[in-house]
């Protein structure tokens, strides 16, 4: 596609469900980044993919929290049993390379836990 | 791990003002990269410095990397309120490929 795309877009969601958010990075790109961002708050770096490297999940901020990337190209990251510190914007970018090029945000998942 | 930290955390100007926000880490980072975000938005990428002691402009804005490639600055001249939004330092480091971000900058710009 012409840009990361991530859904859904909104989600609401009861305390102590599951709950599954999607990226589809730009098409070709290797590296894939979730972030976390809360209100009016700076950018919290959850896990990194890198082609076929293990995954960088030391920003992953619980046993709760988990994300896989199929085939090197799409991700989703898992929250289990939702807690209302989880509500927040969470953020997938991803670039070509892992060194020295852009990253190209999505929209964002706005996730609400009531 | 990589931690890098960014002042002010918020800015108020009058528009025609200059506005400058600092980005240090911790450790140092093979390259530094600038985002804004406008209000509702997501980041959006302004440029990256790569090498030790790098200045570069876009118009009204000019990025610095220091020597050490440890820290990094974004000034801008004559604000004007199409400036407006959160401004994000990002740090790679070395060996690592993850992006690790500021908390940002907000500047905001009173006509």
New interface residues.
């Given amino acids: 596609g012409a840009g990361v795309s991530q859904s859904p877009s909104n989600k609401v969601t009861e305390k102590g469900k599951d709950v599954e958010l999607r990226c589809d990075p730009i098409s070709g790109h290797t ?1 894939l ?1 979730w ?1 976390r961002q809360s209100l ?4 919290e ?1 959850l896990i ?1 993919f ?1 082609g076929n490297s293990a995954p ?1 999940k ?2 992953l901020p619980s046993d709760r929290f988990s994300a896989e990337r199929t085939g090197g190209s799409v991700s989703t990251l898992t929250i289990q049993r939702t807690q209302q510190e989880d509500s927040a914007v969470y ?1 997938c ?1 991803s670039s070509l390379v ?11 998942t706005r996730l609400t836990v009531v | ?1 990589q931690q890098v930290m ?1 002042i002010p955390q918020y800015q108020h100007v009058q528009e025609g003002e200059d506005f400058t926000t600092y980005c240090n880490s911790s450790t140092t980072l ?2 530094i ?1 600038w985002y804004k975000q406008r209000p509702g938005g ?4 302004l440029i ?1 410095l ?1 090498k030790s002691g790098e200045v570069k402009k876009q118009k009204r804005l000019t990025f610095q990397f220091g020597e050490a490639k440890k820290n990094s600055s974004l000034h801008i001249t004559a604000t004007q309120t199409t400036d407006v939004g959160t401004y ?1 330092c ?1 740090g ?1 480091g070395g060996s ?9 900058t ?1 500047l905001s710009v009173k006509p």
């Fill in positions: 590296a980044y972030y009016g708050q700076g950018l770096f990194y890198q960088d030391s920003g953020l970018a892992w060194q020295n090029t852009e990253a190209f945000f999505g929209q964002g | 791990g960014q093979s390259n990269q997501h980041p959006v990428f990256q790569v994000f990002a790679m690592q490929g993850n992006l690790i971000f500021g908390k940002g907000k």
